[in-house]
């Protein structure tokens, strides 16, 4: 590198990016510094303009890009980056385009939601894991490669394993010995299909904008992030309390995001003990609430036999623990404030 005059490499990615990412840049041994986390517009999809801003500050500074990493499917909201875009931009300055696609992959299994991923194609490699959306068992995270070749880069060997010419992938991953995953992948591609999977993508989605609608429609929620995938985000606020939060400035809003938070986090543990039904919880910065983390329920619909009678009780068990004592009081510190 420093023949090069090069001082380091980064990875680029949204501030969106799955945990994992720091994990590999640990790896790597690159320093947790050149993982570049670029900002994201709105709606958690990273922002060219910030990422064109941390490109020139790498150069400045003589730090290549490594690699330039878009996302289709955020793991918290199910957004996609502008796959096309960033295909663009990594060629434009020369760098390896990765998209990791562990979340939304099998979206290319549907004739209709495909055209999500337009400029997946154009990837270097790609990430997907079976274990969410080809509804295999735990543990079949997957990286395919354009060019097949690119996966000598790293190669090793033993004499009493792995000699030269074998087939075994253990020559090029991290671990050595590892179970026969791929037959998992294999059957599930066998017997589910493509057809079975694009059925099982597009039920997915179609439940997701149903929940967002029942959402939209109820009095007591608030739809925080819209299914562009099959995961969507909201919260307990009610319709009275949304319209007069609208009304007030940001430092008055700062006063009772973080008592509904607390409401949001009471409700989905009281939800989860009691075992009738679940969603899960994450903390998100919102196209509604830019300026602050919020807490909210987060619903992934990727169980064909979910109905509507499910969705329908999944919110009156919510509206039922919001009733309980601990909540109500919760509420009515926010009945103080808005009075
Ligand atoms: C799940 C996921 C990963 C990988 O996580 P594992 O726990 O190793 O499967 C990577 N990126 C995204 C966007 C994910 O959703």
Same mark, same amino acid.
């Given at each position: 590198m420093q023949h090069l005059n090069c001082n380091g490499l980064a990875i680029l990615v949204s501030r969106r990016a799955h945990y994992s990412m720091g994990k590999a840049i640990d790896l790597l041994g690159l320093g947790r510094n050149n993982l570049i986390l670029v900002d994201t517009d709105v709606d958690s999809r990273i922002d060219m303009q910030s990422l064109r801003a941390e490109y020139v500050k790498l150069c400045e500074q003589n730090i290549r890009p490594l690699a330039l990493v878009g996302i289709a499917g955020t793991t918290e909201t199910g957004h996609i980056d502008p796959l096309e875009e960033l295909a663009d931009f990594a060629a434009e300055i020369g760098c390896h385009f990765h998209v990791d696609a562990a979340w939304g992959g099998p979206t290319l299994f549907s004739d209709t939601h495909s055209h999500l991923l337009k400029g997946i194609e154009r990837a270097d490699s790609v990430t997907i894991d !079976?274990?969410?959306?080809?509804?295999?068992?735990?543990?079949?995270g997957m990286v395919l490669f354009?060019?097949?070749? !690119?996966?000598?880069a790293i190669e090793h060997h033993a004499n009493y394993i792995l000699r030269h010419g074998s087939k075994d992938l253990g020559s090029h991953t991290l671990e050595g010995s590892r179970p026969g995953m791929a037959m998992l992948v294999h059957a599930g591609l066998s017997i589910i299909g493509r057809k079975g999977y694009e059925l099982l993508i597009d039920l997915g989605i179609e439940r997701a904008r149903q929940f967002a609608d029942m959402i939209n429609r109820h009095q007591n929620f608030e739809l925080i992030t819209a299914p562009e995938l099959n995961i969507l985000t909201y919260r307990y606020n009610p319709d009275w309390l949304q319209k007069i939060m609208a009304q007030l400035d940001s430092e008055q809003r700062q006063k009772i995001n973080p008592l509904l938070d607390l409401i949001t986090q009471e409700v989905q543990k009281r939800q989860r003990e009691a075992g009738k039904t679940f969603v899960s919880r994450t903390r998100l910065y919102s196209a509604l609430y830019p300026d602050i983390q919020i807490s909210v329920f987060r619903s992934v619909?990727?169980?064909?036999?979910?109905?509507e009678e499910i969705l329908a009780a999944v919110l009156e068990e919510q509206c039922a623990i919001v009733k309980e004592t601990e909540v109500q009081n919760l509420m009515q510190e926010i009945k103080q404030i808005t009075a």
């Open positions: !079976a274990h969410k959306q080809l509804y295999v068992p735990m543990g079949a354009k060019d097949p070749n !690119a996966l000598s619909l990727a169980n064909p036999l979910t109905t």
